[in-house]
């Protein structure tokens, strides 16, 4: 019996972040990274798998069909999903986002992440507990900052030192710390070169050494910072994270430059608000313009009501720690593929189990 299920997964930011890979085949990072999984931006994944020889998986994202290398991807790892078994399997897939796509908020996490387990569930019937760990390298496999997503609050990805060591921990639940992650859209632009294809250059960079180092040396105060709730020091080696890793990116060859007049603007009025008024907002920003700003609770409207007067800024996105992905009981998809008779005439179906 093909079956389908639906998951919501999380996107996350990391405070320690991770940029090239050792090896590309298995995305193993050159260091272990940390992150936030947020409140306020995540992917709701339907998968519906049909036993139908010969057909194309059919992929639809926010709307519009899949196409391209975008397309490939998913296809590639809808095939490490249905491997093993062994009946002709086409994948439906239907996926949504919370927040725009190109809003400087990691699509891919939680998109893979949220396509995993909904492949994996609609396959098996069911996600075991013990089946997470596996799940989240397979995702890694696809996008490294996906297998963070596998659970809520306060994420730590252990580098590791092959497939089945590099794997994701959770170091606090989403109410350890109710730290804030605003995320400042100052353009909407799809970005040039995909991360995917970024890692791929950091090994050209005469700056990767120095910045993993910088991660090396200091990934036990970040997790001390996340511990003891230590704005002060998390966002201080956060943004120097961030500021690294876009060193890495300007200096690879061909050079990667993600950032905008507008983000620049932004990063040195943040830096200012700290300095003349002490206002305790750090920054750091992904492989695009847009920042995310980290703030405690109770310091979150103020900046907010900053960025409101700020003509550059298009919106706002207001995280939290988030929760884990979860199993969803209404699909993006109505049809059940078992009795499409109509649609696929040819296709062979086995007898309902
Ligand atoms: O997982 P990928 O291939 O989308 O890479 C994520 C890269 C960054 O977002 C820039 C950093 C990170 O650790 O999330």
Request: proline share 5%; glycine share 6%.
């Amino acid at each position: 019996m093909a079956g389908k299920a639906t998951y919501r997964a999380h996107a996350n930011i990391a405070f320690l972040k991770y940029w090239g890979t050792r090896d590309a085949s298995l995305n193993l990072p050159y260091t272990h990274s940390l992150s936030m999984t947020l409140s306020h931006a995540h992917t709701t994944t339907t998968v519906a798998w049909q036993e139908a020889p010969g057909q194309r998986d059919t992929i639809v994202i926010n709307g519009q069909a899949c196409t391209g290398s975008a397309r490939a991807r998913i296809c590639a790892h809808l095939d490490r999903i249905r491997t093993g078994s062994a009946r002709s399997l086409t994948a439906h897939v239907c996926s949504r986002n919370s927040f725009p796509t190109s809003a400087g908020i990691a699509s891919s996490a939680s998109g893979f992440c949220a396509l995993t387990l909904a492949a994996h569930a609609a396959l098996q019937g069911t996600v075991h507990e013990r089946d997470i760990p596996a799940l989240a390298r397979l995702a890694r496999l696809a996008s490294g900052s996906a297998c963070r997503s596998f659970h809520g609050g306060f994420v730590e990805w252990h580098a590791g030192r092959d497939h089945e060591t590099s794997r994701p921990i959770q170091l606090h639940d989403a109410s350890h710390w109710n730290l804030h992650d605003l995320v400042v859209v100052v353009s909407e632009e799809e970005k040039a070169v995909s991360s995917q294809n970024g890692h791929r250059l950091a090994d050209s960079s005469p700056l990767l050494p120095t910045r993993v180092d910088y991660v090396n040396h200091n990934l036990a105060d970040a997790r001390q910072a996340l511990r003891s709730h230590d704005l002060q020091l998390l966002g201080t080696i956060a943004e120097t994270d961030a500021m690294l890793m876009h060193a890495v990116m300007l200096t690879s060859r061909p050079p990667l430059l993600y950032l905008n007049p507008a983000s620049i603007r932004l990063m040195g009025m943040i830096q200012a608000w700290r300095r003349q008024e002490a206002l305790p907002v750090y920054f750091t920003v992904d492989a695009g313009p847009n920042l995310h700003l980290l703030c405690e609770a109770a310091t979150a409207a103020q900046v907010q009501d900053r960025l409101s007067r700020l003509e550059f800024v298009q919106q706002v996105i207001v995280n939290r720690p988030g929760p884990g992905p979860v199993r969803m009981a209404e699909h993006l998809i109505q049809q059940d593929f078992q009795d499409l008779d109509w649609t696929f005439p040819s296709a062979h179906r086995e007898p309902d189990a």
